[in-house]
Nanobody
Framework: VVQLVESGGGSVQAGGSLTLSCVAS????????MGWFRQAPSKRREGVAA????????IYADSVKGRFTISQDNANNTVYLQIDNLKPDDTATYYC????????????????WGQGTQVTVSS
């Protein structure tokens, strides 16, 4: 089991930037896919980015390409999500998730989840 703890959310004005962090602990396995998801009120949860702890190779949802950057610090078991040029539509609870994998990452079917961190963007 992988435990995940997110941090870094907050209230930001449109146009600003924010970096979310996710620290993984527990049985980390040899390789994982680490993903970021978001869910706005009354909307479906959306996968926005993922990265392989062994291969890197970040992937992004089309809706966030160019503004979101996923990165990692494997020495500290931490994954980051930098969000630039924030928009009110980015307002959501952001979740970190993981699954064991040696292969390319995907943006669905993650068994391990954090509690989420709230991002609120005002216009």
């Amino acid at each position: 089991v992988v435990q995940l703890v997110e941090s870094g959310g907050g209230s930001v004005q449109a146009g600003g930037s924010l970096t979310l962090s996710c620290v993984a602990s527990g049985d980390l396995g040899d390789s994982r896919c680490m993903g970021w998801f978001r869910q706005a009120p009354s909307k479906r949860r959306e996968g926005v980015a993922a990265i392989s702890t062994s291969k890197g190779r970040p992937i992004y949802a089309d809706s966030v390409k160019g503004r979101f950057t996923i990165s990692q610090d494997n020495a500290n078991n931490t994954v980051y999500l930098q969000i630039d040029n924030l928009k009110p539509d980015d307002t959501a609870t952001y979740y970190c998730a993981a699954y064991y994998s040696m292969g390319p990452c995907r943006l669905n079917l993650y068994p391990f989840w954090g509690q989420g961190t709230q991002v609120t963007v005002s216009s």
